[in-house]
């Protein structure tokens, strides 16, 4: 018979950690709460007077709502001033690819209700031109300073169309009212005239007709009746002109 003393024990403590962990995969875990999501459009932001707006990247689009579509969006950027998306061009490489010599061309037409069909022309700088003129304010006497910035503004870039001979240019400003007083402006800080005698200058006679047609001058003086029968003699104008009420 065999003696209780002599039956081996076995050793457990190597299985306790395995029995502790089993026990803890099998107790189930309390479900925690979830947490309740914060209304961001109540939120109170003390330097705002309004809490900011979220907007999509397609509607916003650098803060012009443009559709992705460049037929579409380019009769869209048309219509606006260069100052809304002079700087968003610079940065955003879909609206700078539309802004090509063709979409300047366009832009020109419907602002200036003109007609462009050179294509050789850079009609950006043109744009440019006419929405910031640059003129010699600071080389001009100060009682005239008021009227260059109010009313004047034009007449450099007027009269360099005229002696450059550029007839589009000319007719555009003309036509757009941009020149006040054809009779008297301002060109290299002082007050000059007129319109007929740059034209003459030039001896262009497509020019010297153009600014004929806005000429509603009582008389022309006794040098530029001379000018104009050297100019138009022998020509088939030359009745037409020598006709003008101002000839007389």
């Known amino acids: 018979m065999i003696s209780i ?26 479900r925690q709460p979830v947490p309740k999501r914060r209304d961001v459009s109540k939120l109170s932001y003390p330097n705002r007077k309004t809490p900011p707006t979220f907007k999509s990247i397609k509607a916003s689009m650098d803060g012009l709502a443009l559709s992705g579509i460049p037929e579409v969006d380019i009769q869209i950027l048309i219509d606006l001033d260069i100052e809304t998306f002079n700087n968003v061009s610079l940065t955003n490489i879909y609206i700078h690819n539309l802004l090509d010599n063709n979409f300047w061309r366009m832009r020109l ?30 080389d ?51 007050i000059t005239e007129n319109s007929l005698s740059y034209a003459l200058s030039t001896g262009n006679r497509e020019m010297v007709k153009l600014i004929l047609q806005y000429y509603n001058s009582d008389f022309v003086r006794g040098y530029e009746l001379k000018d104009l029968r050297c100019m138009f003699e022998n020509t088939p104008d030359y009745e037409m002109i020598m006709s003008l009420p101002q000839m007389k």
């Open 5 to 30: 003393n002599h039956i081996p024990v076995m050793n457990t403590t190597p299985l306790v950690p395995f029995i502790n962990r089993t026990l803890q995969l099998l107790t189930p875990i309390p």
């Open 109 to 138: 037409e419907r602002k200036y209700h003109v007609i462009a069909t050179d294509m050789s022309r850079n009609y950006k700088y043109l744009n440019y031109a006419l929405a910031y003129p640059e003129y010699n304010k600071d």
């Open 140 to 190: 001009l006497r100060e009682e005239y300073k008021y009227y260059l910035i109010e009313e004047y503004k034009y007449d450099q870039m007027f009269v360099d169309a005229i002696t450059s001979e550029d007839l589009f240019l000319v007719k555009l400003m003309l036509d757009n009212n941009l020149i006040p007083d054809i009779y008297n402006f301002i060109n290299d800080g002082q």
